[in-house]
């Protein structure tokens, strides 16, 4: 408890970073942007086998779920959102990424069944922020698609909790009692991390993916602020991928190689079949001159994502360091032609220049081998 207590803490702390750093990051807001406050309450009784602990925090998760709710369905009614043909749970799940929430009540109340945990929150959506994250992430698949998994971890969590609740509400069992009380409070904690890590991937993936937008870099207090939520992050729910991700990336950011390599090794470990870590593997290793590793790297995610842009054009650059040229033009070549180039002028213009030192497009590479 005394983690999660702590992680809380440094994560109320970061409210003002974060809301911050969306409009940095995500857009300034425009004199189109609506912006939508919704007010939502929850009680949850204290006698209900849960404590009065367990009370506040499940009253104030189902607070921010209600608001959630309303808020995916004045987003999902929007013209503008329509014009995406985004699914219910990819609203929700950009919703809830750029949702921003303050508790305006927070207490003990007597009723006729006793005592309740109430809780009574404010919860903003600002749709130009949501509209440009939504723009962002739907041109990279693999980032939208974390996003959709959170949402589902929370629905699954949600159903977990409810199931212990039952078993607390019916146990006569001491002894079992406790143990459903330590179930409850790791569900409990793996709920508000999740909700907290899925904020900042919204936040921050983006960010710390390949694209070449200059818009969007992390100042240097922005990336210890991230560092140090993260950590805590991943000591309280060591299972987060997504966390174990999001930090990879930031320790890449702060010139951390050692310690972005292990939370990517980490990330693999949590899920083998997810292709985002082991492309953020294949890239830190690429650069530290591990060619023959990050080629492994980079052939697993070509397995999956046969047509991912930046694996292409790692895959390129690592062939030519490699002096494989024939191939190396071949991976550069499928990278320029991809729809999505457009997002990366950087590397674009740094696979033309690799073309053209393997010897160009129609194979001068060969001559030039030869004539060696």
Not at 152 to 177: F, G, I, M, V
Not at 312 to 332: A, V
């Amino acid at each position: 408890m005394t983690e999660v207590r702590k992680y809380l803490r440094i994560v109320r702390g970061t409210n003002l970073f974060i809301a911050g750093f969306l409009i940095a990051v995500l857009g300034a807001l425009t004199a189109f942007a609506e912006i939508r406050v919704i007010e939502t309450e929850s009680v949850y009784p204290v006698e209900d086998g849960a404590g009065t602990v367990y009370a506040r925090r499940i009253a104030l998760l189902d607070a921010n779920y209600k608001a959630l709710e309303r808020a995916a369905a004045f987003a999902e009614g929007l013209a503008s959102v329509k014009d995406r043909q985004l699914s219910t749970v990819e609203i929700s799940a950009y919703t809830a990424g750029v949702i921003e929430t303050e508790v305006l009540a927070d207490e003990a109340k007597s009723s006729g069944q006793g005592t309740e945990a109430y809780i009574k929150i404010r919860s903003t959506l600002d749709t130009d922020i949501l509209l440009t994250a939504i723009g962002r992430y739907r041109q990279q698949e693999e980032l939208e698609g974390q996003l959709e998994a959170s949402v589902r971890e929370h629905d699954k969590l949600r159903k977990e909790r409810a199931d212990l609740l039952k078993q607390l509400a019916s146990s006569r069992d001491r002894a079992k009692t406790e143990k459903t009380r330590l179930k409850l409070d790791a569900v409990l904690t793996r709920e508000e991390t999740n909700r907290e890590i899925h904020k900042l991937w919204t936040n921050l993936a983006y960010v710390l993916s390949e694209q070449d937008d200059q818009d969007a870099e992390l100042a240097p207090e922005d990336l210890d602020r991230s560092a140090k939520v993260l950590e805590q992050a991943v000591r309280i729910d060591p299972k987060s991928q997504r966390a174990h991700c999001l930090l990879a990336g930031v320790y890449q950011k702060k010139g951390n190689h050692a310690g972005a390599e292990r939370e990517a090794r980490t990330a693999i470990q949590r899920n083998p079949s997810n292709p985002i870590p082991h492309l953020k593997l294949g890239i830190l290793l690429q650069a530290r001159g591990k060619n023959d590793e990050a080629l492994k790297e980079f052939h697993f995610v070509e397995r999956l994502r046969p047509h991912n842009p930046v694996m292409l054009y790692y895959m390129g650059i690592t062939l030519k360091d490699m002096k494989r040229c024939g191939l190396s033009i071949q991976y550069l070549q499928r990278f320029l032609k991809d729809k999505q180039i457009g997002i990366f002028p950087q590397k674009a213009e740094r696979a033309r220049i690799a073309i053209s030192e393997c010897g160009g497009a129609r194979g001068g590479y060969q001559r030039r081998v030869k004539s060696n």
